[in-house]
């Protein structure tokens, strides 16, 4: 029994609305900390400068569908007309060896990893308000402004399922939001997750 780390790898799964700021907080987690990203499939082009690999696996609608009927991944999901999904594989094996993975997904994909993985620790991340959203969209610059409206539209709605999560970071200082999802992982593995007499035991024998 390790004390530190006393279970093998934890699972977080980062979602929210689009333009919330998942990607930018998740970047810097895999800067700061061990947790490893998983790699999602996705059947949307890729955009200048994503990587085959590292950003997503691009795939054909064929290559998915099969993925699928291997049942291999973990959720899947259309969002905004593309599919994307989880390898299940590579989750499952990280976690095996006590490696701390995260998804960045969308909600109805989050909801999905609750059902067959309720131990996963669900952290939903917020914009500061609605302006706010609309402008760090805009300023991304990677959608058009049909695409903009459409996912701001969808917004109201994913928060209805906030009441499903553990956690809720607002991403308002880019700096604050990471030190808050850092801090929500040392205390999921900070969690009583042995017996009295397991501990008990420990310290008797050192
Ligand atoms: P998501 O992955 O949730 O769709 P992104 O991480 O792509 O969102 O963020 C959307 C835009 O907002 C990006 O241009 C990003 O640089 C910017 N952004 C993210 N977090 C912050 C922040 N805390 N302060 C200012 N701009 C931010
Ligand atoms: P983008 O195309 O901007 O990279 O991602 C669009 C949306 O798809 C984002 O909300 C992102 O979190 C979500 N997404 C990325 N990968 C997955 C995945 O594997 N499963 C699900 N359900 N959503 C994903």
């Known amino acids: ?63 998915f569908v099969a993925n699928i009927e291997n049942d291999g991944f973990l959720e899947h999901a259309q969002v905004y007309g593309r599919r994307y999904g989880t390898p299940k594989a590579p989750v499952i094996e990280k976690l095996e060896k006590g490696i701390d993975v995260i998804l960045e997904i969308d909600i109805q994909g989050a909801l999905k990893v609750k059902e067959n993985y309720p131990d996963g620790v669900f952290i939903f991340i917020l914009p500061p308000s609605m302006s706010v959203l609309r402008k760090r969209l805009t300023g991304r610059g990677t959608e058009t402004p049909e695409a903009i409206e459409m996912r701001l539209g969808e917004t109201l709605k994913e928060l209805s399922f906030i009441e499903k999560y553990d956690y809720c970071v607002v991403n308002g200082e880019l700096d604050e939001a990471v030190t808050r999802v850092k801090s929500i992982v040392v205390a999921e593995h900070s969690k009583v997750t042995f017996t009295a007499e397991e501990l008990i035991r420990k310290y008797e024998e050192e």
């Open 1 to 63: 029994m390790n004390l530190e780390k006393n279970h093998p790898g934890k699972l977080f799964i980062l979602s929210g609305p689009s333009g919330a700021g998942k990607g930018t907080i998740c970047k810097a987690l895999l800067d700061q900390t061990d947790l490893q990203l998983s790699v999602s499939m996705t059947t949307r082009a890729p955009r200048e400068g994503e990587i085959h690999g590292k950003h997503y696996y691009f795939v054909s609608e064929e290559e």
